[in-house]
Each structure stands twice: as C-alpha cells, then as structure tokens.
C-alpha cells in the first residue's frame, strides 16, 4: 500500500543527520524500532519498483512459455504419432524388399534350373544316338557272349606255350569251327581287353613287365590260367616282373643248377 507521494513526504526526514538507528535508540527504543522500519519500507519500495515490472515480464514471459510449451508438446505428440506411422511404413516396406528380394532370389535359381535342365536336354538329346548304339552293342555282347568266353577259355588253357603267331593261327582256327558250329562271337573280339583292365596294365609295367602284346598276354595266362605256367624268359624280363609283382607276398624263389657233360 506505500505510495510513491507517500515515499516523497518521507524523504525529508530520510535525509535528516540524526535520524537513523543508533540516534533513536539514544532517545527512545520504541522510537528507533519505527526509525528502522520506515527506512526499511522506502529502501524495500525502491526495490519493488523495479521488481514489479520485471515480475509482470517474467508472468508474461511464463504464460508464453506455457502456451510455446503446450504448442511443443502438441507438435511432440503429432511427431510421435508420425514417427510410429514412419517406422510402421518402414516396416512394411522392409519386409516388401526381403518379399522381393527372395522372389529375385526364386526367380535366379528357377532360371538357373532351367538353363541347367535346358543345357541337361539338349546333352540328352546328342547321347540318344550313342545310348542307342550302345544298347545294339550291349545287346550283341550278350548274344556273342558264349562264343568270346569260349575264345578267351581256349586262350588261356591251350596257348600259353606258344608264340605270337602261332597264338594268333590257334584263333583263326578256333572261329573256323565256331563259324561252322554257327556259335556267335565278336568278330573284333580283343582278348586283351576282355580278361584285363588298363589299371591292371598299368602297374604290370610299373613292375617291369613289358607293353607289348605278347608280354601282356603272358601275365594274363599267369594271373588267370589255373594251370603252372611255364615261362621261357631268355631275357629274364618275366622273372623280374614275377619277382617285383610277388614281393609284397613274401615270394621265396628256389635255384636248382643242373650241369650236363656229353
């Protein structure tokens, strides 16, 4: 309730010497309590009038920042809203890629399949005049079938003693009487082939066995006859083989020396 003409009729008595504390306390202590509170009240309304303005600013200042505040909390509420619908429409369409992505994936192995199942078809369709061929040759296999195992017996029961050309004469007369017989055999029979397998060969060379036919047929009647063999070996080629081939059987090998005088 102090008033600015109010602080105006006091300044008078404000500004007089002996009026403040420690003088009115030498006259009365009552008197020096009201000295000191009607200096307080004009310092304190001072203050206040300076205050009082920036106090109705700072209530102003505070109802804008309660209505900027609502604004923000409304425009957070709406950016939350919006987020969700954000994240939700990324969601959809994260899984449309993966959707997509596996039906790029699908769609590159289908085509895979079916260049491989083309390619596959077309292989197929070259092989169907071998397999055809094939199916004639096997099925003359099985008809000559009784003839060539009647070729390849006779080899190896009869012809081990004897040369090159005379094995190949024992042949000739052999399909002589099957032809009159009417047995069927292959006319191209390889007796080679048929009682031996190229591994086989193979490592008979390894050991020291020679390449050529006559040598190959030797080990054939060796290895299948059920009879001895009798091998005549002036080079001793066939003794090393026998020799390398046995080893690993503990092959024992006994020499008889025989001298003959005339």
Known sequence: SITE???????????????????????????????????????????????????????????????????????????DEKQRELDEVQAMYDAAMKEKQALLDDAEACRRKMNNATALIEGLRGEKLRWTASSKNFQNQIINLVGNVLLATGFLSYSGPFNQEYRNLLLQLWKKEMDNSKIPYSKNLNLIGMLVDNATVGEWNLQGLPNDDLSIQNGIIVTKASRYPLLIDPQGQGKIWIKNKEKNNGLQVNINLQFFKN
């Open 5 to 79: 003409e109010t602080v105006e009729l006091l300044e008078p008595y404000l500004d007089m010497e002996d009026y403040n504390l420690e003088t009115a306390k030498k006259v009365c202590g009552n008197v020096a309590g009201l000295c000191s509170w009607t200096q307080a009240m004009v310092y304190f309304y001072g203050i206040n009038k300076e205050v009082l303005p920036l106090k109705a600013n700072l209530a102003l200042q505070e109802g804008r920042l309660a209505a900027a505040q609502m604004e923000l909390n409304s425009a957070q509420n709406q950016l």
